[in-house]
């Protein structure tokens, strides 16, 4: 048993969420990807692979928290990305 099936057992929790269990429950939802470069990209999060590139739609760019464009969809290389967050408020607020 690892140290974090043994902390989720201790906590009453039969199952561990790893990062990809993550990442597969937010197919669909509304993300923000910080770039390495310090560019957030908010929109749908469309899909993801293994490398983590990533697909969006309805993307919006913000650079210093500033929106600088708007795309349809947009694809992000995974060596760029920084992290993704799900985004818990609108985009108009500046998550």
Same mark, same amino acid.
């Given at each position: 048993?690892?140290?974090? #099936?043994?902390?989720?057992?201790? $906590?009453?929790?039969?199952?561990?969420?790893?990062?990809? %269990?993550?990442? $597969?429950?937010?197919?669909?939802?509304?993300?923000? =990807?910080?770039?390495?470069?310090? =560019? %957030?990209?908010?929109?749908?999060?469309?899909?993801? %692979?293994g490398?983590m590139?990533i697909?969006?739609? /309805?993307? #919006?760019?913000?650079?210093?928290? /500033?929106? $600088?464009?708007?795309?349809?969809d947009?694809?992000?290389?995974?060596?760029? =990305?920084?992290?993704?967050?799900?985004? $818990?408020?609108?985009? &108009? #607020?500046? &998550?």
């Amino acid at each position: 048993m690892s140290g974090a #099936e043994a902390v989720a057992r201790e $906590k009453g929790s039969s199952t561990t969420k790893t990062p990809s %269990d993550f990442l $597969k429950s937010i197919r669909g939802r509304p993300v923000v =990807v910080k770039l390495n470069s310090g =560019v %957030d990209y908010r929109g749908i999060l469309a899909c993801l %692979d293994g490398y983590m590139n990533i697909a969006m739609e /309805q993307t #919006e760019e913000y650079v210093n928290g /500033q929106l $600088k464009n708007k795309y349809g969809d947009a694809f992000i290389r995974g060596n760029n =990305v920084l992290y993704i967050s799900t985004s $818990k408020s609108t985009l &108009a #607020e500046g &998550a």
